[in-house]
């Protein structure tokens, strides 16, 4: 057990539709990072978040956005949903600040979305 | 940007040694990285090299890095069939915030 939880473990829905996956990160890490992984891309990193503020982004659609609250789980948000975002989607947390040179990352279970 | 690839899969035998290959393109990457994702899990860290190492081991994981061809590898010894999974190498660097990682190589071992 990394110490992350990810809900829903699953989730089946139609196209068009807008979800929220939610992620708590492992006490004390202020670091998140969301992951897709699809059969056709790998693992591709969304977005990160540190402390509340968004830090990097990746190969993150416009249709998705994230956030960090104050308690320090995140939220990603997909929206108008299409059949290639069907994937995995991962949520990783690491106590280091961003840029640090050692940069160990504990990931959660993941949501597996269905978009049908 | 980085770049990491990885083959696809591998097939071993119960006790027999188990050796998978990265290469990377940055050469300022600073870390590596070796995850296990088992099937419906998520990714577990298993071990890591500084670039200005040439080798690291743990205990049956034996880590090499050529840093002038950018190759790594991660060699398991005695291969169990508890360590069939997929394996990622991944790379940092730094002032990067995220990992790149590999595409995979799904490790499957016969009893």
């Known amino acids: 057990d990394s110490g992350v939880t990810q809900t829903p473990k699953h989730l089946i829905t139609a196209t068009g539709q807008r979800v929220t996956l939610r992620c708590s990160p492992r006490s004390g890490d202020l670091s998140v990072y969301w992951y897709q992984q699809s059969l056709d891309q790998g693992l591709q990193f969304l977005i990160q978040?540190?402390?509340?503020?968004?830090?990097a982004k990746g190969n993150i659609l416009e249709r998705f956005s994230a956030q960090q609250f104050p308690d320090l789980h995140s939220e990603l948000n997909l929206s108008s949903l299409e059949l290639g975002d069907s994937a995995l989607y991962f949520c990783?947390?690491?106590?280091?600040?961003?840029?640090?040179?050692?940069?160990?990352?504990?990931f959660g279970p993941g949501t597996r979305l269905t978009v049908l | 940007g980085e770049d990491v690839e990885q083959s696809l899969f591998l097939s071993v035998r119960e006790g027999d040694s188990s050796v998978i290959n990265c290469t990377y393109t940055d050469s300022s990457s600073t870390y590596l990285y070796w995850y296990k994702q088992e099937p419906g899990a998520g990714l577990q860290l298993l071990t890591y090299i500084f670039s200005n190492m040439d080798m690291k081991q743990d205990q049956r994981l034996t880590v090499l890095l050529n840093k002038k061809d950018k190759h790594l590898s991660l060699r398991i010894a005695d291969t169990q069939t508890g360590d069939s999974a997929i394996y990622f190498c991944?790379?940092?660097?730094?002032?990067?915030?995220?990992?790149?990682f590999g595409s995979g190589t799904r490790l499957q071992v016969q009893p």
């Open positions: 978040y540190y402390n509340g503020e968004e830090r």
């Open positions: 991944a790379a940092s660097r730094e002032g990067r915030r995220a990992l790149t």
């Open positions: 990783a947390s690491s106590v280091v600040a961003p840029g640090a040179l050692y940069n160990e990352q504990f």
